[in-house]
């Protein structure tokens, strides 16, 4: 008796390989990330007091932060030695720039060293997502009737043990809330820990979250495209409960902002909104 014959068929099975050696690759591109050959540094690499100071400190002397930032890293200096006072000796010496051309005359009498200098340009290559997050930016809240403080990581107790993964920005029920950068409005509807929340994917590839809204604002859904500034709803006080529930807490906004962890986006991490609030909140009008 003949044993009956298995035959492939290639209209399925030539894609399935296809898609599996796609996947693969994304997987081996995700692995060379973590490793840090591509080494885009992220929010999440760097510790929030740090950045803020670096702000901080650029804003102050005239300096783009990120100079100052870089030099540390080409440094390699400690977390524990980085400080104010190295950051305002240094931004002395650069005081004026207004391009990374101009680093090595800018840092002739601190460190001429020609390697030094290059690996400084590289450092700041490694920086273009951190400043495309920084920039362009605007302050969440419209007036200026409001207080907010760094409450990152504060323990919650509400629907279990857990941390504060945003910034509450007190202010009055109705103040108007603006979309802080352009983008697409990605989530939209109640969560009980959220009330009502707007989820917006910038074109910096962040996802900022707006929670504990009163209303939203007309036109406003899911797939809407935002221009930074736009008004997309108003603040309140909803959430901690069924759908429609109120006044479990003050009237504020709770800003979040997640990033994308690894190359394929496979998951999305907190990270801390204080440095960028503070300095969105000086470049507002």
């Known amino acids: 008796m003949r044993q009956p014959r298995y035959r492939i068929n290639k209209k399925r099975f030539y894609p399935?390989?296809?898609?599996?050696?796609?996947?693969?690759?994304?997987?081996i591109l995700n692995r060379i990330q973590e490793q840090s050959l591509y080494n885009e540094y992220?929010?999440?690499?760097?510790?929030?007091?740090?950045?803020?100071?670096?702000?901080?400190?650029?804003?102050?002397?005239?300096v783009p932060w990120y100079y100052l930032l870089a030099i540390d890293k080409a440094e390699e200096i400690p977390k524990e030695e980085i400080s104010r006072d190295r950051s305002g000796h240094i931004a002395l010496h650069l005081r004026g720039i207004t391009s990374p051309k101009e680093l090595s005359q800018k840092l002739k009498e601190y460190n001429n060293d020609s390697k030094f200098i290059k690996q400084i340009n590289h450092e700041i290559k490694c920086m273009e997502y951190l400043i495309g997050v920084y920039e362009d930016k605007v302050f969440p809240v419209a007036g200026q009737d409001y207080r907010y403080e760094n409450g990152y990581g504060d323990e919650r107790t509400y629907g279990g043990e857990r941390r504060h993964e945003g910034i509450d920005i007190m202010c009055d029920e109705g103040t108007p809330l603006f979309s802080v950068c352009d983008g697409v409005v990605e989530k939209k509807g109640w969560l009980e820990l959220g009330g009502w929340?707007?989820?917006?994917?910038?074109?910096?590839g962040v996802y900022y979250y707006y929670a504990h809204l009163s209303r939203y604002e007309d036109g406003i859904e899911k797939g809407t495209k935002v221009k930074k500034g736009q008004v997309i709803g108003y603040a309140g006080d909803t959430g901690y409960g069924v759908e429609g529930t109120t006044g479990q807490?003050?009237?504020?906004?709770?800003?979040?902002?997640?990033?994308?962890?690894?190359?394929i986006?496979?998951?999305?991490?907190?990270?801390?909104?204080?440095?960028?609030?503070v300095e969105w909140e000086k470049k507002s009008p």
Request: charged share 20%; proline share 4%; glycine share 14%.
């Open 16 to 27: 399935f390989i296809a898609l599996v050696a796609i996947l693969m690759i994304l997987l």
């Open 42 to 62: 992220r929010i999440s690499d760097l510790d929030s007091k740090g950045l803020e100071m670096y702000f901080d400190v650029g804003d102050s002397q005239g």
């Open 197 to 204: 929340r707007i989820g917006i994917r910038g074109k910096d």
């Open 249 to 263: 807490f003050e009237p504020h906004l709770h800003f979040g902002m997640y990033e994308r962890s690894g190359l």
């Open 265 to 277: 986006g496979t998951g999305e991490t907190a990270v801390n909104p204080y440095p960028f609030l």
